[in-house]
């Protein structure tokens, strides 16, 4: 199984961005899948998690009302909308199952800078 995020980026605090992850050779749309972030020095915490058919979402505290989970099951497709983002923000996000049970992709980096 192979997972590949994008859409990261660098923006100005505020501003959004729209992340991807394509995942390859996968039962995808039986699995609860998440979101996950590592800041710089700091260890991975958990962002958002959506059930198989994303009738069900989650959202840390930090991000509610900011971030929104999505997922398009024909196109083995997990998103993840981030708006007003800040400063706080800034790392590099993953997706997995939730626990993680697949290899990690490399990521996509978020930088909310001024």
């Known amino acids: 199984v192979q997972l590949v995020e994008s859409g990261g980026g660098s923006v100005l605090p505020g501003g959004s961005l729209r992340l991807s992850c394509a995942v390859s050779?996968?039962?995808?749309?039986?699995?609860?899948m998440s979101w996950y972030r590592q800041a710089p020095g700091k260890g991975g915490e958990l962002v958002a998690t959506?059930?198989?058919?994303?009738?069900?979402?989650w959202y840390r505290d930090s991000v509610k009302g900011r971030f929104t989970i999505s997922r398009d099951n024909a196109k083995y497709t997990l998103f993840l909308e981030l708006n007003s983002l800040n400063f706080d923000d800034t790392a590099v996000y993953y997706c997995?199952?939730?626990?993680?049970?697949?290899?990690w992709g490399q990521g996509t980096q978020v930088t909310v800078s001024s």
């Open positions: 997995n199952t939730p626990p993680p049970t697949l290899s």
């Open positions: 959506t059930t198989s058919d994303c009738s069900g979402t």
């Open positions: 050779e996968f039962t995808f749309d039986r699995y609860f």
